[in-house]
């Protein structure tokens, strides 16, 4: 039986200086600038799109760099940490990179742990965004992962970030959040650990959405760099989409109307939580306005901004070549 959602599209988060942002996710994590255009609400701020290869729904990080803006605060309502999966035993050979970077300055990171026996790598990036590599069993037999990573970048193929494995929610409504996810969504509630507790859908590289309860004292999560904005899942056409959004009204939720995102159409919503939940579309995807070769290295624009082009290109941070970690 299909599901209407197949996974995570993408996950947008607020940084720091945009070129600070560029040389951490480009020139340490490997990933590749897919795009690079701007929020299409404030056309004056970056919004930069990474992701593997060829820019496949499941792999595109997000982010709206703010040069001058604080760090915002983890707490409940949020999505608190964003995992990727790596190959298993690869841990080893990120906790070697992160320690030793040379000129661009180590990596804070934990020791490794195990989470639903698969063994798991926390580190933050140069805003303090939470990130953690997962060993995924199997992860190099799968169909069409390994011909997707980025084999332009710093990182061997053997250890290189595949796509997303899961996001964890700081919930304070779990029964209610759950109910969106199985309900609405066509996720399974799977295994328990303390807290924490999997939801899993089924699809090609589907991500695993991970539901947290706080303990008594954790405060509402506050807006700022290092946190993420919100969370996009996948859907395959704009005829699911719009059934999912008539089931979310249906449960009382406050939905947009369709939003044209040029590469994807969304839809918005906060989840009884809090958390800012998008439903994106897979098409029309990242190839419509440049070729594989050329993906991310000139700055798009939405087409109400074209006529503004010289004005924005003056007035946005310049944006050199990654510092590349080797």
Known sequence: MSTPITGLHHVTALAGPPQ??????????????????????APDVYHLYYGDRV?????????FPFPMAAAGQFGVGESIATAFAVPTGAV???????????????????APTERFGQRVLAFRDADG??????????????????????TDGPIDTGSAIRRFHSVT????????????????????????????TRFTVAGEGAV??????????????RS?????HHIAFRTPDDETQATVREQLMSLGLGVTTVQDRNYFRSIYFREPSGVLFEVATDPPGFLIDEDLATLGTALKLPAQYEPRRARLEASLPPLADPVVAA
């Open 20 to 41: 600070r942002n560029v040389d951490f996710h480009v020139g340490t994590l490997g990933l590749r600038l897919v795009k690079r255009t701007v929020n299409f609400d």
């Open 55 to 63: 820019g496949s729904p499941g792999s595109i990080l997000t982010f």
């Open 92 to 110: 080893e050979a990120w906790m070697d990179r992160f320690a030793d970077l040379g000129s661009i300055g180590s990596v804070d990171f934990d």
């Open 129 to 150: 965004m939470p990130f953690e590599l997962v060993e995924t069993v199997g992860l190099t037999a799968e169909a069409n992962e390994a011909e997707r990573v980025w």
């Open 169 to 196: 929610l700081l919930v304070d409504r779990p029964a209610d959040t759950a109910q969106v996810l199985t309900d609405v969504f066509g996720y399974a509630e799977g295994a328990t650990e303390g807290r924490r």
């Open 208 to 221: 695993h959405i991970d539901l947290l309860t706080p303990d008594r004292v954790t405060p509402r999560g």
């Open 224 to 228: 700022g760099h290092g946190t993420t």
